[in-house]
């Protein structure tokens, strides 16, 4: 049955509505092994609804990311969620034969999403219709980044160090990317050697898509400094912004979940700046005449005590 949460009736567009939330949603996945499970939340009301496909980190879930999917959905979107095979719910061993291939098979759940929007829409009560399939977006945390990157152009380089499948998807129109990982030149010899994945290139990463990194995100997986979550901008070509963010680490504040073990650096103001951001740029990258973004970053250049920093190109 799904279930939901009620705030306040919107009476303007920045206003919160009721959101209905599902799950599991089952897509049929032959080959994965795992049926895909999707947890869709969306605003009671309105139509033309934009999408947002969301990415977990590692080990996470479709329940995970309360404070990004929740808001997103009280402010519009509908929210889908889908569950890797590398969540700690279905506790895949670490020698299972598609381990080598979780990568890919991530990006092929984003997919598998977006063909089954009917499918999706049709398993909520009052949702079917209501869904503007021509304003799609992704987004992603960690690993879920560069899950969510592919689909906006980015490409995994071969040992010959050529870019490998390109992966991306003319249907999502934009990108929300958090701590998304860099170049692979500075890997540490772990992570070279376990993540051969994790060699990305950004050449052709053209759509559109706001990058979030925090300046204390010291990786284990590299060798250089927090500047490393920035590359994703610095090499990309195209329409990008960089949201900076002052004393954030891996979790940005939290938006992995209230009060989750992961979050080293809680902080509930960081991660309202995130959910205001997130939400302004991908309303104004969906609809062009939206001018939410523009106040959004004016407003974050006039605070006085800025909680981060905000780059354009």
Known sequence: ????????????????????????????????????????????????????????????????????????????????????????????????????????????????????????????????GRLDRGRTAVAGHSWGAQTASMLLGSRVLGPDGLPGEDMSDPRVKAGVLLALTGLGDDLTPFAAQNFPFMKPSFDAMTTPALIVAGDKDQSHLSTRGPDWFTDPYTYSPGSKSLLTLFGAEHSLGGIPGYEVAETTDESPARVALIQQLTTAFLRSALHPEDTGWKAAATALQDDPHPLGKLQNK
């Open 1 to 128: 049955m799904p279930d939901s949460n009620t705030a306040r009736t919107p009476k303007s567009p920045g206003a919160p509505a009721m959101v209905i939330s599902a799950k599991p949603v089952v897509l049929p996945a032959p080959g994965r092994g795992e049926d895909l499970q999707v947890r869709i939340s969306a605003p009671a009301i309105g139509d033309d609804l934009p999408v947002i496909v969301f990415s977990h980190g590692f080990g996470s879930s479709m329940n995970g990311y309360a404070p990004l999917a929740d808001f997103w959905a009280a402010h519009g979107f509908v929210v889908l969620q889908p569950t890797h095979l590398d969540s700690r719910t279905l506790g895949l061993p670490a020698d299972d034969p598609r381990t080598p291939r979780i990568w890919r098979l991530r990006v092929e759940d984003l997919k598998r999403v977006l063909d089954g929007l009917d499918v999706l829409e049709a398993c909520v009560p009052g949702l079917g």
